[in-house]
């Protein structure tokens, strides 16, 4: 688990670089496109505007690909809209942030620092 100190200084920096943000294309993250009505874009916008440190569940984590990807993986909880989602990223080296999720939660998430 990371220190409120190593979240605060990930999500102000991966905001930094809000013009490097990427959304897997995975059928989740689109549903939760179709649910709300709104544009990936848009999407983020809200992710940009309310992600916190507070929002954090876990990470940084090593990718668990085969072979692994390079980056570490984080893992946050943020309420878009009506839904409670769970929110992934990777931390690529090239600088991009790589959200391979954002949808509705599936189960309740743990959040250490609310």
């Known amino acids: 688990m990371a220190s409120p100190q190593e979240v605060r200084m990930i999500a102000q920096d991966i905001k930094k670089r809000r013009n490097a943000w990427r959304i897997s294309k995975r ?3 689109t549903e939760l496109v179709s649910k709300l009505g709104l544009p990936q874009s848009e999407i983020l916008k809200i992710v940009f505007d309310k992600l916190s440190w507070q929002d954090y569940s876990s990470g940084p984590e090593i990718d668990d690909h085969r072979p692994p990807r ?3 993986i984080w893992k946050f909880g943020l309420i878009i809209g009506p839904y409670n989602c769970y929110l992934k ?4 080296p090239s600088g ?3 959200w391979i999720s954002i949808h509705p939660a599936e189960r309740p998430m743990n959040l250490p620092y609310r």
Do not use: I, M
């Open 27 to 29: 059928a989740k993250n």
């Open 70 to 72: 390079p980056g570490s």
């Open 89 to 92: 990223f990777q931390d690529k």
């Open 96 to 98: 991009t942030v790589l």
